[in-house]
């Protein structure tokens, strides 16, 4: 896999950027720690916890619960959410699917903001922590998982802002000195078809990528458009219940949907953008009262002046496309969809999927193409074989180089300037102040106005997101 570099305007290296930056993980909560190295797990069982237990986090612990007999067995041991009702829902989806691999009895189901050190005391070192709550909690749930000495798989995005970005960076830094394996929900690189259209992208079946292009435009979904807060209901509940209104949780509908498209191409590429511009705008948004956009369009520009297309919309009656595609010296890739996130990839002849078919994916001798596996599980089978077998496992720098790219976008189109990696990672908009200390009964870090409404985007008059 192409070794990836975190580029910067200045050419700043990471390693410089460590040596000069301001060391986050050593005045915290990791300061004078004698950290212990974690080697792969001991034992026969692996124990889970699981942060988060919304949609995708159930699905991450059913992946987690169904890895195969050589990287297994896994058992699920602690639950932690601040919603009780959403908790139970997870509970009971899962105890019915796996049986006897759920083992949490009420007393290790833990509500709260602090429910997440409770679920991780009860692991043991080598055992694994799932992440999969809004991004804004990341880093604070990653420097625990440290000092616990636990494996850890985290959602995407990884983080919102560059603050975290690059605490998460430095915090990561701990975590590779004792060894831990830490898996990141972008799972288009555990996808078998993608990785079979890297290789021979690499190999020069595609020649010189000239420009690449992602859709993901889609109806209005999950929360990430919300009406007023209802009377009586604490506005820190409410604006995490709707993560993806809100910027400070999420990074919006941008950074949580868009990533995956925008990680692919960067990956088929083989290296990062170093700068972009970007536009959006708001349409019919009646009483609705999120900080997105409804549609967002992206030119990124690579190191070596390539460009990489990026479209996005949630709008209901309109045109709708996911897929990913990239344009080289010998012909026309399709990396992903169309449809979703499953890969039909393909390379031909010409300059579009018309061309003849160089290659396709599990087709052999004219046959039916084979599906690839869920890349959902082959990520988990990546992350727990590493564990297991104590191989080097971390996409966090990665993970992070993602988001910071996502964000760098979604940052271009709300402030309507142009925008480069560095001024990403380096801005000081901290979009979640005090957040590791909050509790059910904080203010939230974003206030609503008198109306019920919040600050929004404002392309040429605000200098900041919001």
Partial sequence: MTKYTTPTSSGISRRQFFSHSGKFAGGGALAGLALPTVHGQSSDLTKLALVGCGGRGTGAASNALSVSHTNGPTKLVAMADVYQSKLERSYNGLVNKHKEKVDVPEERR??????????????????????????????????????????????????????????????????????????????????????????????????????????????????????????????????????????????????????????????????????????GGRHYRGDKIDQNFDNYTVEYTFPDETKFYFHGR???????????????????????????HRSQARIHKGQGPNGELGWMFGQKGGSRPTRENSPYQEEWESLMDAIKNDKPYNEVERGVQASVVTSMGRMSAHLGTEVTYDQMLHSDHIFGPGVANLTLDSESPLLARADGTYPVPEPGIKNREY
């Avoid at 949630?314 to 992903?336: D, P, R, V, W």
């Fill in 110 to 279: 833990f509500v709260g903001f602090d429910g997440y050190r409770k679920a991780m005391d009860v692991l043991d070192p080598g055992d694994v922590v799932i992440f999969t709550s809004p991004c804004a909690f990341r880093w604070v749930h990653y420097e625990y998982a440290i000092r616990r000495g636990l494996n850890v798989f985290m959602e995407k995005p990884v983080t919102p802002d560059g603050f975290s970005s690059r605490k998460m960076l430095e915090l990561n830094e701990e975590a590779k000195k004792i060894n831990l394996k830490v898996g990141v929900g972008l799972m288009c690189r555990h996808s078998q078809a993608r990785q079979e259209l890297k290789a021979r992208i690499e190999d020069g079946e595609l020649g010189q990528i000239l420009n690449l292009r992602a859709y993901r435009m889609q109806s209005a979904i999950a929360s990430c458009f919300s009406e007023k807060k209802p009377e009586g209901e604490k506005e820190l509940m409410f604006q995490i219940s709707r993560f993806h209104s809100f910027l400070w949780l999420s990074g919006g509908s941008f950074s949580d949907f868009f990533i995956h498209n925008i990680d692919e191409c960067c990956w088929m590429k083989g290296m990062w953008p170093v700068k972009c511009q970007a536009q």
């Fill in 314 to 340: 949630n709008m209901a009656g309109c045109h709708q496309e996911f897929s990913s595609h990239a344009h080289g010296t010998k012909g026309y890739a399709l990396i992903s969809g169309p449809g979703g």
